[in-house]
């Protein structure tokens, strides 16, 4: 559980990344999937790379081993039946006709971009608030191992998701349970089940996975683009944006266009901004 809470970058990852300048999808985590311009790469000092692949060993070797344990368990329970599995047009369908119940267990930030008209909300994992020492050195790990580009917040487990579905629905409720990929939901469908929750139905591929038609959408964005952020959303960099300007023509990504061409000229104006900073203070203390 606590594997899927995390936003870091596991060290196997960083290393991809380092050389081949792009991140894969990796256990519960999505991170870069898109590679990462030349203009806006980084090299950062070789003792404190090394520091954090250090800080980050422990933590992968714990990861790997949880993230299969879970798989075992989660397979299982499909496999016996005890979760049925939709994919997100029989959701749709079973929603519509038989009144069933659609349980999104996504992080807000996802949640607030598209949502499934009249479902219920209430993460598993959220967005980490904590303002403690050891909670925001991890989120500045996070960020700096990938989150300045994909977006991907550090998250924590919310302890209240259980008792606040028990608040909201009875033993026997036909509960349709949904993130954004699928990982998180089936996770979520093992603590309902071991709770207690015997009609269980898991969307696979999450509302990643859902085309318009599917699922009655609310909310400002498709629910293809609710999981990406930071970044790579912001020039268009992500699959899901790929796919739409496919589909959509130059019009769609010229606007992109504009967008890294404005990020290139205010980087160029920051560094030049900085150099006649430097040379007028080198000026003062020569005089």
Not at 43 to 57: F, L, V
Not at 83 to 96: C, D, F, M, S
Not at 200 to 211: P, S
Request: net charge positive; aromatic share 10%; charged share 25%.
């Amino acid at each position: 559980m606590e594997a899927l809470a995390h936003g870091h970058l596991p060290l196997s990852a960083l290393r991809t990344c380092q050389k081949e300048h792009r991140c894969h999808h990796v256990g519960s985590i999505h991170f870069l999937t898109s590679p990462v311009p030349s203009s806006l790469k980084f090299s950062a000092p070789i003792k404190y790379r090394s520091g954090i692949i250090r800080m980050q060993e422990e933590y992968e070797l714990k990861q790997m081993k949880d993230m299969a344990a879970a798989k075992k368990r989660w397979d299982s329970l499909i496999r016996d039946g005890k979760v049925k599995v939709l994919t997100p047009r029989e959701a749709g369908y079973a929603i519509q006709l038989s009144n069933k119940t659609l349980l999104d267990v996504r992080p807000s930030m996802e949640r607030k971009k598209a949502w499934v008209k009249g479902s219920t909300w209430i993460p598993i994992f959220d967005v980490d608030t904590s303002l403690e020492l050891g909670i925001l050195s991890r989120k500045a790990t996070n960020f700096l191992l990938g989150g300045w580009w994909s977006g991907v917040p550090s998250l924590s487990y919310n302890k209240q998701f259980l008792s606040n579905v028990e608040e909201k629905f009875a033993k026997d409720t036909d509960l349709i349970v949904a993130c954004q990929k699928g990982l998180r939901s089936i996770a979520a469908c093992e603590v309902l089940y071991n709770a207690g929750y015997n009609n269980i139905f898991w969307v696979q591929g999450g509302l990643e996975a859902a085309e318009e038609e599917d699922l009655e959408r609310e909310g400002p964005q498709p629910f293809k683009f609710a999981g990406i952020g930071g970044l790579s959303e912001f020039l268009g960099w992500t699959d899901q944006q790929r796919d739409a300007a496919a589909k959509e023509g130059w019009g769609y990504r010229l606007t992109f266009s504009a967008r890294l061409v404005g990020v290139v000229l205010a980087a160029d104006a920051l560094f030049i901004g900085a150099q006649k900073v430097g040379q007028y203070i080198q000026e003062l203390r020569t005089h």
